[in-house]
Structure formats: C-alpha cells, structure tokens
C-alpha cells in the first residue's frame, strides 16, 4: 500500500523559512519521480517543484524559483522541499506526490501559512 505522510509545516513570518519532508512506502521510491503541490483556498491546486527519479533534474514554478529547493533521499525513501523567502502567497496547503506507473499518489497535506 502506497504511503505519503508529509511533516513540517506551520505559521512563519514572512521572509522565514521552512522545510517539508514527504516519508514514502509502499513503492519503490528510487524509481519514481516525485512532486510537491499546493493549494490555496480558493485556488486550484498547482504543481511548486518536480524531481526526477535519479534526482537529475528539478523544474520549479516560476514564483519559487530561487526560494524552492526539492531534493530527495532514496536511502531513506524521503522528499523534501526547503522554503527560504517565504511570502504570504506561499500560504497554502502542500501536498506530496508520487509519479507511479500506472497513475500516481497523494499526500495527506501539510498546511504553511505565512503571516505576521
């Protein structure tokens, strides 16, 4: 059974910074490229950063570009996204997902509010 638990939100100022981490089983983590959304209220859900399987490539959303790091661990079947800069348009909830053949898998979210 394919598992995703993510960790590491919260409220932080903006301009603060914060590291999600998406803890992966049930596949094999090495071979599937993985990603991190977000939604925010009222908004579609919108894909923030990609990594391959390999982790030999990364794509970002525009708006996150130079804030946004995905990396990934495959020893300890972890992905995670660090957030420098945060904005208060980065408030959201973030959800991560597995590239699986066939289809794919959520997480259950983890929600960033950035605030004063």
């Known amino acids: 059974q394919v598992q995703l638990v993510e960790s590491g939100g919260g409220l932080v100022q903006p301009g603060g910074l914060l590291r999600l981490s998406c803890a992966a089983s049930?596949?094999?983590?090495?071979?599937?490229?993985m990603s991190w959304y977000r939604q925010a209220p009222g908004k579609q859900r919108e894909v923030v950063a990609t990594?391959?399987?390999?982790?030999?490539?990364?794509n970002y959303l525009d708006s996150v570009k130079g804030r946004f790091t995905i990396s990934r661990d495959n020893a300890k079947n972890t992905v995670y996204l660090q957030m420098n800069s945060l904005k208060p348009e980065d408030t959201a909830v973030y959800f991560c997902?597995?590239?699986?053949?066939?289809?794919?898998?959520w997480g259950q979210g983890t929600q960033v509010t950035v605030s004063s």
């Open positions: 049930g596949f094999t983590f090495s071979n599937s490229a």
């Open positions: 997902y597995a590239r699986l053949t066939p289809g794919g898998s």
């Open positions: 990594i391959s399987s390999a982790d030999t490539s990364t």
